[in-house]
Nanobody
Framework: QVQLVESEGGLVQAGGSLRLSCAAS????????IAWYRQAPGKERDMVAR???????VYADSVKGRFVISKNNAQSTAFLQMNNLKPQDTAVYYC?????????????WGQGTQVTVSS
């Protein structure tokens, strides 16, 4: 069974930095696509960053140049380094893993972690 465990988020002042981690189990980490999403109150869940199995990355325009997604296959862990945080980055952040299983693409989710950026 695939499980994703995210690190604690936290409260940070605008301009500060925070790093989230996502530890995966029950899956061959090098074969999966990892993405970070976020959901602010009253808003939809949106993708923030994605790292494919080959290491290529995709970022939402709102975080380009500020956030960096990475992974360590040996540790089965992905990271989201968030720099120059802004109050509008406040949201619950979710880690997701997408993999091909029994011929179907399946997505699994972490429990979510709150990130609050104060102005």
């Amino acid at each position: 069974q695939v499980q994703l465990v995210e690190s604690e988020g936290g409260l940070v002042q605008a301009g500060g930095s925070l790093r989230l981690s996502c530890a995966a189990s029950g899956v061959t980490f090098s074969l999966i696509r990892i993405a970070w999403y976020r959901q602010a109150p009253g808003k939809e869940r949106d993708m923030v960053a994605r790292i494919n199995s080959d290491g290529t990355t995709v970022y939402a325009d709102s975080v380009k140049g500020r956030f960096v997604i990475s992974k360590n296959n040996a540790q089965s862990t992905a990271f989201l380094q968030m720099n120059n945080l802004k109050p509008q980055d406040t949201a619950v952040y979710y880690c997701s893993a997408t993999l091909l299983s029994a011929g179907l693409w399946r997505t699994y989710w972490g429990q979510g972690t709150q990130v609050t950026v104060s102005s």
